[in-house]
C-alpha cells in the first residue's frame, strides 16, 4: 500500500497528529523534543508552526480557539490570543511532586469531552508512569491506571463504550469497559510482539478497525476491534512511525507522524516527516476539548 509525503518539515519526534477546522483540514501534531506545534491547512497548503518553553507531549485543539498543550510541566491552555492557563497536574491528581523525571505523553478528548492524558519517565522506567483523566471543564483531575511503563494511544469505539490503550512495553493493545466516566474489565485484545517495533499511537475508524503506530516497525497496521485481526498494513521508509489521525473532508485521509531521533538507528530521508495514505475507510468524529 502507498502513502504520501504530507509535510516535509522533519521533526525530532513527531507525535499526536489532530484534524480540526472546516472540513477537518487544519491539520495540528507537535515535535516533542522540538518544543514546538506543527499545522498545515489542507485546503490552501498553508505551514505554520510556534515554540513552546519546554516539550510538548500534545496539541489538541479546542473547541473555541487554540489548544490544550501537554508541556512538560503542564498542562496548559493556550488561548486564540496566545495566553496560557495553568490547568490542574499530576501534583494535584497524586498529592506529591514527582518521584522521577516525567513529562506527558499521549492525550485524546473522550466522546464525553473528557482529556485522558498519559506520562512516561525519560528513562523508560518500568511501572513508574500513569494514565489520569482531566474532567471537562479543566478544574480537576483524577489517576485511573497506575503502575505503567510508557503510557501511550488512546482511542474509543465507534459507539463510545470499549476503550482502546496502549503501555508500549506490554506489546499489546488493551481493551476496557466504559462506564460513564470510569472504566473496567480490563483485557488483552491484540498480541502485537509477533510484528516489527513497538506499538505506540493509535486512532480507530467509523467500522471500528484500530490503527496502530509501530515505533522502529515502518509501519501502520490496522486490526479488527473486535476479534483483534490483522487487515490492513502500509508500510513507510522511516522506520520510527510513532502516531496516526483521520482529517479532511469525510474524514477520509489518514495522517501519519514518524521521528528522526538518532539517525544511526532511522537514516531514511523522510525520518520525521507527516505522511497521508488513502485507507479506504472513514475515520470518527474529532473530539476537541472544552476548557
Same mark, same amino acid.
Given at each position: 500500500?502507498?502513502?504520501?509525503?504530507?509535510?516535509?518539515?522533519?521533526?525530532? !519526534?513527531?507525535?499526536?497528529?489532530?484534524? %480540526?477546522?472546516? /472540513?477537518?483540514?487544519?491539520?495540528?501534531?507537535?515535535?516533542?523534543?522540538?518544543?514546538?506545534?506543527?499545522?498545515?491547512?489542507?485546503?490552501?497548503? !498553508?505551514?505554520?508552526?510556534? %515554540?513552546?518553553? +519546554?516539550?510538548?507531549?500534545?496539541?489538541?485543539?479546542?473547541?473555541?480557539?487554540?489548544?490544550?498543550?501537554?508541556?512538560?510541566?503542564?498542562?496548559? !491552555?493556550?488561548?486564540?490570543?496566545?495566553? !496560557?492557563?495553568?490547568?490542574?497536574?499530576?501534583?494535584?491528581? /497524586?498529592?506529591?511532586?514527582?518521584?522521577?523525571?516525567?513529562?506527558?505523553?499521549?492525550?485524546?478528548?473522550? #466522546?464525553?469531552? +473528557?482529556?485522558?492524558?498519559?506520562?512516561?519517565? *525519560?528513562?523508560? &522506567? #518500568?511501572?513508574?508512569?500513569?494514565?489520569?483523566?482531566? %474532567?471537562?471543564?479543566?478544574?480537576?483531575?483524577?489517576?485511573?491506571?497506575? /503502575? &505503567?511503563?510508557? %503510557?501511550?494511544?488512546?482511542?474509543?469505539?465507534?459507539?463510545?463504550?470499549?476503550?482502546?490503550?496502549?503501555?508500549?512495553?506490554?506489546?499489546?493493545?488493551?481493551?476496557?469497559?466504559?462506564?460513564?466516566?470510569?472504566?473496567?474489565?480490563?483485557?488483552?485484545?491484540?498480541?502485537?510482539?509477533? *510484528? #516489527?517495533?513497538? #506499538?505506540?499511537?493509535?486512532?480507530?475508524? @467509523?467500522?471500528?478497525?484500530?490503527?496502530?503506530?509501530?515505533?522502529?516497525? @515502518?509501519?501502520?497496521?490496522?486490526?479488527?476491534? &473486535?476479534?483483534?485481526?490483522?487487515?490492513?498494513?502500509?508500510?513507510?521508509?522511516?522506520?520510527?512511525?510513532?502516531?496516526c489521525a483521520f482529517g479532511g473532508p469525510?474524514?477520509?485521509?489518514?495522517?501519519v507522524t514518524s521521528a528522526r531521533e538518532d539517525?544511526?538507528?532511522?537514516?531514511?530521508?523522510?525520518?520525521?516527516?507527516?505522511?497521508?495514505? +488513502?485507507?479506504?475507510?472513514?475515520?470518527?468524529?474529532?473530539?476537541?476539548?472544552?476548557?
Amino acid at each position: 500500500m502507498t502513502y504520501d509525503v504530507f509535510d516535509e518539515r522533519r521533526c525530532q !519526534l513527531g507525535e499526536g497528529p489532530s484534524a %480540526s477546522g472546516t /472540513d477537518f483540514q487544519q491539520l495540528s501534531w507537535v515535535d516533542v523534543s522540538g518544543c514546538r506545534v506543527l499545522s498545515h491547512d489542507m485546503a490552501t497548503g !498553508l505551514q505554520s508552526e510556534f %515554540s513552546t518553553s +519546554e516539550q510538548v507531549s500534545f496539541a489538541i485543539p479546542r473547541e473555541n480557539g487554540g489548544y490544550v498543550l501537554g508541556l512538560a510541566n503542564g498542562p496548559v !491552555l493556550l488561548d486564540s490570543g496566545g495566553q !496560557l492557563e495553568t490547568l490542574p497536574g499530576r501534583r494535584e491528581a /497524586d498529592g506529591i511532586e514527582d518521584p522521577n523525571p516525567i513529562r506527558w505523553n499521549d492525550a485524546k478528548v473522550s #466522546p464525553s469531552g +473528557e482529556l485522558w492524558l498519559g506520562t512516561m519517565t *525519560y528513562e523508560f &522506567l #518500568p511501572g513508574k508512569s500513569a494514565l489520569y483523566r482531566m %474532567s471537562r471543564d479543566g478544574r480537576s483531575i483524577a489517576r485511573v491506571l497506575s /503502575d &505503567l511503563t510508557v %503510557s501511550n494511544g488512546i482511542g474509543w469505539s465507534p459507539d463510545g463504550t470499549r476503550m482502546f490503550f496502549i503501555d508500549s512495553p506490554k506489546r499489546s493493545v488493551t481493551i476496557f469497559d466504559v462506564d460513564g466516566s470510569m472504566i473496567r474489565n480490563e483485557r488483552t485484545l491484540i498480541d502485537v510482539s509477533n *510484528y #516489527p517495533g513497538v #506499538p505506540d499511537g493509535l486512532c480507530v475508524d @467509523s467500522a471500528g478497525g484500530v490503527w496502530v503506530a509501530f515505533w522502529e516497525g @515502518s509501519a501502520i497496521r490496522r486490526f479488527d476491534g &473486535l476479534d483483534g485481526s490483522l487487515t490492513e498494513e502500509f508500510r513507510f521508509a522511516a522506520s520510527r512511525i510513532t502516531s496516526c489521525a483521520f482529517g479532511g473532508p469525510a474524514l477520509r485521509q489518514l495522517f501519519v507522524t514518524s521521528a528522526r531521533e538518532d539517525s544511526t538507528v532511522d537514516e531514511s530521508a523522510e525520518a520525521g516527516m507527516t505522511f497521508v495514505v +488513502e485507507p479506504g475507510v472513514s475515520g470518527l468524529f474529532v473530539n476537541q476539548y472544552f476548557g
